[in-house]
């Protein structure tokens, strides 16, 4: 009993900081929101510089606030907020940008999406939905783990769906199964019209959609200057019927490893990792060594190159 007395004495004492200090364990400066608040972080904020650059490290942004949106709502909350104070907004999704466009002198506010990374079927739009911040990974094991099906994106697994997808999204099965834009459906955009009303859309493909322009322009062409994307939608074109594994292409069964030393490439059968990202290295969790790998530029640039978007 006295055990017992001590354990509750200790939640006791946990919830009452809790309530009463809400943020005393966090660093100065870090507060803690609700979840229907719009979390945004400011220079005072500890994890501020963390929130203001990418994946590459010459680009340090200094925008006056980087929102971190957990929903659709909390976008358009942000986007608003922007356009009514008349701030340059740019957004991030997995930061695999290499030029400035995010983090450049003048932008003085950034929409965050890593928090919005949900990959799942919705039966209503009978089609997959990624969130902008899934990274390619998240999407991969998801689709195949759950439905066995695979979208044809990019090698590199940490890049971001957001800008992945609306820049056209080319990965190594594209041969195959094309781009993944030829594989998208609809895409949800907050949208900014002339008059400055923010608004969300969703736009798809179907012939009879009075957006479906807005969708036209999320196929790689558009690059994202459209609006904030904050959802996509996959289905193949040609696919009936309402079960998710015949909606979208499934992988290929058979994956090619890399070569050993005095032998000729060698073939994997069955489903195995090798179909998604890592392809060309193997199979599942065995990469080959390094001096075999094929090189990723968007993974690891060379910062001495004097050509190249990070020279």
């Known amino acids: 009993m006295t055990h017992d007395r001590r354990q509750v004495s200790r939640r006791g ?124 990974l998240d999407v991969y094991e998801r689709l195949y783990r759950t439905w066995g099906v695979v979208v044809p994106a990019g090698m590199c697994f940490q890049v971001g769906a957001g800008g992945h997808v609306s820049g056209g999204g080319w990965g190594l099965l594209c041969r195959r199964l094309g781009l993944v834009v030829d594989h998208l459906y609809a ?60 909606l979208l292409p499934a992988p290929p069964r058979r994956s090619w490893s890399a070569p050993s030393p005095g032998s000729g490439p060698t073939w994997t059968s069955g489903p195995s990792r090798g179909w998604s990202a890592t392809t060309r290295t193997g199979t599942y969790g065995t990469p080959p060594p390094a001096s075999r790998r094929p090189p990723c530029a968007a993974c690891s640039p060379s910062t001495t190159s004097p050509t190249g978007p990070w020279a």
């Open 187 to 246: 895409v949800e955009v907050v949208v900014v019209d002339a008059d400055g009303t923010v608004r969300t859309v969703v736009a798809t493909r179907e012939d009879d959609d009075p957006h479906r322009d807005l969708w036209w322009a999320h196929t790689g062409g558009g690059g994202g200057n459209f609006g904030v994307v904050t959802r996509y939608w996959f289905r193949s074109p040609g696919a009936s019927g309402t079960d998710p594994a015949r």
């Open 13 to 136: 004492v946990l919830a009452a900081s809790a309530a009463i200090g809400g943020g005393v364990l966090l660093p100065a400066g870090q507060a803690v929101a609700r979840p229907e608040e719009l979390v945004t972080v400011t220079p005072g904020d500890a994890r501020y510089p963390d929130l203001v650059r990418g994946w590459n490290q010459r680009y340090v942004g200094r925008p006056e606030a980087v929102h971190v949106p957990r929903s659709t709502a909390q976008v358009a909350t942000a986007v608003r907020q922007a356009v009514r104070a008349g701030k340059r907004l740019t957004v991030r999704s997995g930061g695999h940008c290499w030029e400035d466009f995010v983090f450049s002198p003048d932008v003085q506010a950034v929409i965050d999406m890593s928090a919005m990374r949900d990959v799942d079927f919705d039966p209503s739009m009978n089609a997959f939905m990624v969130q902008p911040g899934a990274q390619l």
